[in-house]
């Protein structure tokens, strides 16, 4: 689209292709949707900001120690092996993303994602000290700076000390925070910790104080492939066009529907309220982070001229052309698309609880000589070597017993008892070994065994790892 | 350090680089600005399906900054770091460099504890749990490929945990194998001892020295070639020699293999041991902990 306004037509002109941003000042608005905005705000930000404060079996609960390579969620306690589950979030994040969206848009988008969360409360903090739309659009016009710099700057030292404040609650979900901040007040962090600190509050500050919406139009990948999700009953802002056109400007006491106009007064708070400054009466567009803002501005406009709510409202394309009735709209929602997203989300979910449930404490790994195959000791066996790396995965110590089955006769030598730390790993070597008159009644190559490692006190927790046993020609 | 062989292909790639770098900006430039009719709807031009256009709606404009950024960012990053041909960069940055700074700093963590148990015989050093944990995940990571995991050995390489030795089980001993390897040099001998009988009889008599099954009856003669062609090393008695690394005949340990045949093989060609010597790789310091690891497993 050009972006020019020379009204000499017919002659060409030079235009740069590159849009510069329009400043968007959205107006504050009161509402249902706009309570449930605050609330998601309130809900997320508490859970982001207290988390790596809370203190579990005398340590932090929450705390993902990259350097020691062990993740600490409550009595939960990771290994890099445990790698897997990161993958299993992120499946369960988008397979719900992927349900919300089918069901009613980008829920996720207007009231969680924190690009609009903390666009949300920046831009509160900016009508706090600066003042509400109207009052912001005309101080810019104002030529005199002076005027508008203090205010200016003070929302920017507000700013500025959120995202600090994020910054350092983000570092502090992967050094314990408590030093954390003694070590800011002393001023002694590593490099990196700074580093970390001051980045996420950079982008923090320049996101949600001056990219915004810029974000979600041109950078955000969901917002161009969520129309992938959405079908015609599934549950988006929009203008009810029956309704609301013919648009225009009416006397109170005139007799609008006579004179062909619908119930929009072409106010234009719709727009004014937009966190991403689009015009919802256009229909559904990529913009439309499905916040509901223009619902809220609408309705009350609705009330003052003594008209029916919901102009604009969270209704479905089907709804909107008369296909479904508005109160049937719910039982629309038990579709199959629907239905395959539920019940794949349930499905890896319940695999995923599962296989953590039944996690085993013990990681163990076996890795055999290679260098030597086998070799013959003192005319009585036949002796292969393995070395078994062992992971602790809980938090108590505990004394190991390494047994080793699958051929007739086979001992086990070595390091068979072992104490391993907790959260600790340890290295056992071991030597298995067959009787010669066994090895010598067997086919030559390798064979199938298994090794086992068993906690000392608790029998049943034991791991078993299949290995192989090899006897030279 | 030239990498070049002549100096047009340094000037080639500071060339072809600027030039690449510069033409970006300037296509940049030219390209984000075109004529347009005014009201007229802007598409790329490009018609599917008899009437599907598409629209050229307009990036935003810091989206086209950044791109100047990238620009000037290269410039800075090629004046700064090596990266235009032979030039070094602003910078002096060196891979080599990085890699020295970094060995420096690992030197200043781990440093003073190798220095603490260089301090301490292998013999002490042994007797410390830190040092022995130290030790052997240098053995497992360096040593254990040829005598094992666990030390044991194998064909060829010799079992050290069983305090027996070719060439001396004292911690200096142990040491100085590390440091500056061995060379365990047995000649072929089969010349020196005669015919394949004389071979079979000296071979009986080997077998004999640890009280291994023999021919009784081909002693006497293997004891005369014994003498004749493997005491000056092995020694009369065959108890074999530290010195020269001969091992010792009389005690059922055999580095490769002690069955007739092995032993016929030894002496009819040689055998040629290697241990390298780890200096260079592992330095003093490391090796002094890997002795005190190997002596400890023969000596709990």
């Known amino acids: ?473 | 350090m030239a990498d070049f062989v002549s100096d047009f292909w340094n000037l080639y790639v500071i060339v072809l680089t600027l030039g690449s770098v510069i033409a970006c900006a300037v296509f940049l430039y030219f390209l984000s600005r075109k004529k347009v009719k005014p009201g007229a709807v802007q598409t790329t031009g490009h018609t599917w399906d008899e009437d599907l256009a598409e629209f050229d709606n307009p990036l935003p404009r810091w989206w086209m900054m950044l791109f100047y950024i990238t620009v000037v960012f290269s410039l800075v990053y090629l004046a700064l770091f090596p990266g235009l041909g032979n030039l070094q960069g602003a910078l002096g940055w060196s891979s080599t460099g990085q890699y020295d700074r970094e060995v420096a700093k690992a030197e200043q963590t781990y440093g003073p504890l190798y220095k603490k148990f260089a301090a301490l015989s292998v013999e002490e050093a042994a007797k410390d749990p830190a040092a022995l944990a130290i030790g052997q995940r240098i053995f497992v990571n360096n040593c254990a490929q040829c005598h094992g995991t666990d030390g044991r050995g194998a064909k060829g390489f010799p079992n050290l945990a069983d305090n027996h030795w070719t060439w001396g089980g004292d911690g200096l001993a142990i040491k100085t194998s590390i440091l500056q390897g061995r060379m365990g040099m047995m000649p072929p001998m089969a010349a020196a001892v005669g015919n394949e009988a004389d071979v079979e009889a000296l071979a009986n008599y080997v077998l004999s020295l640890s009280g291994s099954p023999h021919d009784t009856s081909k002693v006497a003669l293997g004891k005369e070639k014994f003498a004749a062609a493997c005491a000056a090393c092995h020694g009369a008695e065959g108890l074999g020699n530290p010195m020269l690394g001969a091992p010792n005949l009389t005690n059922k340990i055999w580095i490769y293999g002690g069955s007739l045949a092995g032993i016929k093989e030894t002496i009819t060609n040689g055998r040629q041991g290697v241990m390298p010597a780890w200096q260079n790789i592992l330095g003093e310091e490391r090796s002094h902990l890997v002795a005190a690891y190997v002596h400890s497993l023969s000596n709990k």
Request: proline share 4%; hydrophobic share 45%.
């Open chain 1, 1 to 473: 689209m050009a972006h020019s306004a020379d009204p000499s037509p017919g002659v060409e002109q030079t235009i740069l292709l590159y849009a510069p941003s329009k400043k968007i000042c959205a107006r504050a608005t009161t509402g249902r949707f706009n309570t449930w905005r605050w609330v998601f705000v309130f809900l997320t930000q508490a859970v982001y900001y207290l988390t790596p404060w809370l203190q579990w079996n005398g340590r932090q609960a929450v705390l993902f120690d990259l350097e020691a390579r062990r993740f600490y969620i409550f009595d939960l306690l990771l290994v890099p092996q445990d790698f897997i589950y990161l993958t299993a979030l992120l499946l369960i994040s988008a397979l719900g993303l992927f349900l919300f969206t089918a069901v009613a848009g980008r829920l996720f988008c207007g009231f969680a994602c924190p690009q609009t969360v903390y666009t949300e409360i920046f831009m509160q903090v900016e009508r706090w000290i600066e003042g509400d739309r109207h009052v912001r659009m005309r101080r810019d016009q104002e030529k005199s700076l002076a005027g508008r710099l203090p205010r200016r700057l003070l929302t920017y030292l507000a700013w500025i000390a959120i995202a600090l404040w994020t910054g350092f609650t983000f570092a502090g979900y992967f050094t314990p925070i408590d030093q954390l901040a003694a070590g800011i007040l002393q001023f002694e962090l590593g490099f990196w910790q700074w580093f970390w600190m001051l980045f996420y509050a950079f982008f923090t500050l320049l996101q949600a104080g001056f990219m915004r919406e810029q974000v979600c139009k041109y950078m955000c990948p969901y917002a161009r492939f969520q129309s992938a999700m959405f079908d015609r009953d599934t549950l988006i802002v929009s203008y009810d066009t029956a309704r609301g056109e013919w648009r225009g400007k009416r006397s109170r006491h005139e007799d609008y529907k006579a004179a062909g106009k619908g119930d929009c007064i072409d106010c234009g708070v719709c727009v004014e309220v937009c966190p991403t400054g689009i015009d919802i009466r256009d229909g559904l567009q990529y913009e439309c982070i499905g916040c509901g803002l223009c619902a809220d501005g609408c309705n009350s406009i609705m009330t003052k001229m003594q008209y029916p709510q919901g102009l604009i409202r969270f209704t479905t394309l089907n709804a909107l052309d008369g296909k479904v009735a508005e109160t049937a709209i719910r039982s629309r929602f038990v579709r199959p698309r629907v239905l395959v997203y539920a019940t794949i989300l349930l499905v890896i979910t319940a695999i995923v609880f599962t296989s953590l449930m039944l996690r085993s404490p013990l990681q163990v790994n076996v890795i055999r000589d290679r260098g030597a195959l086998a070799r013959e000791v003192e005319g009585q066996y036949i002796e292969n070597v393995y070395r078994l790396q062992i992971t602790n995965k809980s938090h108590e110590l505990r004394t190991l017993v390494i047994r080793s089955s699958g051929i007739d006769g086979i001992t086990t030598a070595g390091d068979t008892r072992i104490a391993i730390d907790p959260s600790a790993y340890a290295t056992a070597i071991i030597d298995l070994r067959v009787p010669i008159a066994v090895a010598e009644a067997m086919t030559p190559g390798a064979h199938k065994i298994q090794i086992e490692v068993l906690s000392e006190l608790e029998p049943s927790l034991a791991v078993a790892q299949k290995a192989t046993f090899f006897i030279p020609r």
